[in-house]
């Protein structure tokens, strides 16, 4: 079987985890939830890979490289700007964000157009479902 291998292109700044997820301590136990922000940002990212990604879902292991370019020199702490871009690809491209073997993240400055760059590449035990 051939190996899936495609390059996904997310517009716009990356936002952490902490600008798109807040906690509401209404009722008994804390509740976490998504931000309107949040919702609309999946949503645009999910066009966005839908207009770019048109074979089928994979199901089996991968590895992922991510590109964040920033608008800006801030320092920003790396691992908070995944779980949203992983998360919009489910059901798009891949099954499940647990297919993911190996994930290797790197910050870039672009002032003139920030957006994220993934790489994906199924690999030798993945498989396809239809």
Partial sequence: MNKTSMKIILS???????????????GKYPRLYMTKEGKDLKEQYQIEARNQYR?????????????????DKRKY?????????????????IEDDKQ???LTIE????????RIEICLTELNNGTKKE
């Fill in 100 to 102: 993911i073997q190996r």
């Fill in 107 to 114: 910050k870039h400055l672009d002032k003139l157009n920030p």
């Fill in 55 to 71: 074979g089928e879902i994979i199901s089996g292991d991968c590895k992922m490289e991510i590109g964040l370019f920033f608008k």
């Fill in 77 to 93: 702490d790396i691992d908070n700007f995944c779980k949203l871009t992983l998360d919009s690809l489910q059901g798009i491209i």
């Fill in 12 to 26: 716009g700044n990356p936002l952490s985890t902490q600008s798109i997820y807040k906690v509401t301590c209404a």
